[in-house]
């Protein structure tokens, strides 16, 4: 099993968090977050977003409206609602523990911190 | 040279080789399965297809009006395949992908939960009529299981036999690729889906602003829906008529009937009316002792499941005669003066019965008529109690 492999579940659960991120940052479309995690480890394809952005709609974490765009028809844009920015900040504190807690495990008691 | 076939995604045409229109459909065939009881079904699946939309545009040029096989192929490769819930764990049940979407031809898809599925004889891979193979890809469990069980109620009671014969008879064969599709409900997927775009559902849907009007759009699609699926269940039952018609012009040419119904018809509502009381007796029997002539109910079967028992056979035993008594009747007085004709005869043969068994059992069982002697006493207490309540009223 490769490493990427065995990152798989971490990285579909860690995947509401960075869209909430992505969201939060700026308003966009679907195909825009798909644009951003391309780059990344996270590369995801719609298959998996738009269940995912429908999920957090109805868990009222995000919100969308139709907008024109220059060529073709209207498309949704996502935006963070109240809930939706709580949960950011909420999974971003959780998430800080949590990569403190990897960084500083076995580490001795006293070693220098990098 | 490839046969094109025209989708429409909302609103606009989009013509795609034929190969690609397949691995299209079952691609979305795929989805919707997996988005199977997702509330926001109808919604995902609108993204999905606007951002397929959005491919297609991108692939076309001012020379290049058609959308090859391997561009959709790419495409959809490129989509992944739908995850049903994003918050479950994993995700092995879902095929990865086009590849396996589309080695899998409409016909034998594994139907499930489609909303406008029909009732269909599969001829492809049957033993004699198609009905097991239909009602399994109906239902979406194996033909074997379906056969098994057809035998086993063959057997049991002849039931099984006769709803196969039934069913033979009134369930249409699925003759074209659409009635097919029909059978495998693929109309609540891909196919629906093309159907719906041409009926303007998805333009309609995105010109709304607010969700509210949007589920207003999406409610009265679904009655329209329904309209039709009522419509279908009117033929159907036209059908069942029709053929019940045949099955009484049958009986009505067997000898019972040539004496003319005025002498048969009692014999006949005679043999009905012991059958009814055997009937009777034997439900009796069954809930007080929990069996029927030595015939015990085995433990593990519930009482409900044996009454039910008994009312298939008994519906079974009388169904000749009752088809023979409508034959000959209608017949005879037409199907108006039908229903008060038979049910004179019926309550004259009952009074009779029942006289007959009374003065029977007032000669020679001393209980009954002690049970008889007590009656008058009892129903006048019973008279005054009502009496009484009434007045208090």
């Known amino acids: 099993m490769s490493i990427n492999e065995k990152f798989i579940p971490i990285k579909k659960g860690l995947l509401e968090f960075l869209v909430l991120k992505i969201i939060a940052a700026d308003q966009v479309y679907a195909a825009d977050i798909l644009r951003a995690l391309s780059e990344t480890e996270f590369a995801t394809q719609e298959g998996t977003l738009y269940p995912l952005l429908s999920k957090m709609r109805r868990e009222e974490l995000v919100d969308y409206e139709w907008k024109e765009s220059e060529a073709g028809p209207p498309r949704k844009y996502y935006q963070l609602t109240g809930k939706g920015r709580e949960r950011l900040r909420e999974t971003t504190d959780y998430w800080q523990k949590i990569s403190g807690t990897v960084k500083e495990l076995g580490q001795k008691p006293g070693a220098p911190q990098t | ?21 397949e691995a299209l459909r079952a691609y979305l065939e795929n989805a919707s399965r997996s988005l199977q009881g997702n509330p926001d079904r109808d919604e995902i699946l609108a993204d999905i297809e606007q951002s397929i939309a959005d491919k297609f545009r991108a692939v076309l040029g001012p020379y290049k009006t058609v959308v090859a096989s391997k561009e959709v192929e790419a495409i959809i490769a490129g989509m992944g395949p739908v995850e049903g819930d994003s918050s479950g764990p994993g995700t092995g049940a879902h095929s990865p992908g086009a590849a396996a979407a589309q080695d899998r031809p409409a016909g034998s898809a594994p139907a499930s939960g489609g909303s406008v599925r029909r009732l269909y004889r599969i001829r492809d891979g049957a033993m004699l009529g198609g009905v097991c193979n239909g ?70 849907m995105k010109s709304f602003r607010t969700r509210r009007e949007h589920r207003e759009w999406k409610r009265k699609f679904r009655q329209e829906m329904r309209g039709w699926r009522r419509s279908f269940k009117d033929e159907m039952r036209a059908n069942a008529d029709e053929w019940r018609s045949n099955w009484h012009s049958h009986w009505a040419r067997w000898p019972a ?137």
């Not at chain 2, 040279?1 to 229109?21: D, Q, R």
């Not at chain 2, 369930?171 to 609540?188: D, F, I, L, N, Y």
């Open chain 2, 257 to 393: 009937c040539a004496g003319g119904p005025h002498y048969s018809m009692p014999f006949v509502s005679l043999l009905k009316t012991l059958l009814d009381l055997a009937f009777l007796f034997a439900v009796l029997s069954l809930v007080a002792t929990r069996a029927v002539i030595g015939f015990h109910l085995p433990g593990g079967i519930p009482l409900w499941l044996g009454l039910i028992g008994l009312f298939v056979a008994y519906g079974f035993l009388t169904w000749p005669l009752r088809a023979i008594r409508h034959a000959c009747g209608r017949g005879a007085w037409g199907p108006f003066f039908f229903g008060p004709v038979v049910f004179l005869v019926d309550f004259l043969v009952w009074a009779v019965v029942i006289g007959l068994l009374l003065w029977y059992g007032l000669h020679h069982s001393a209980q009954l008529r002690e049970f008889v002697n007590r009656i008058p006493p009892a129903a006048h207490d019973a008279v005054y109690s009502f009496r009484q309540w009434w007045a208090r009223r």
């Open chain 2, 135 to 204: 009602l399994a890809i109906y239902f979406g469990i194996d033909a074997t299981i379906v056969r098994i069980a057809f035998v086993l109620l063959a057997f049991v009671s002849g039931i099984g036999a006769l709803a196969y014969l039934i069913m033979v008879i009134v369930v249409p064969r699925a003759k074209t690729p659409e009635e097919m599709a029909a059978a495998t409900g693929a109309p609540s997927t891909a196919q629906e889906f093309i159907r719906r775009a041409k009926a303007g559902y998805y333009e309609g």
């Open chain 2, 1 to 21: 040279m490839n046969k094109v076939i025209t989708i429409n995604l909302n609103g606009n045409a989009y013509p795609l080789e034929e190969s690609g229109y």
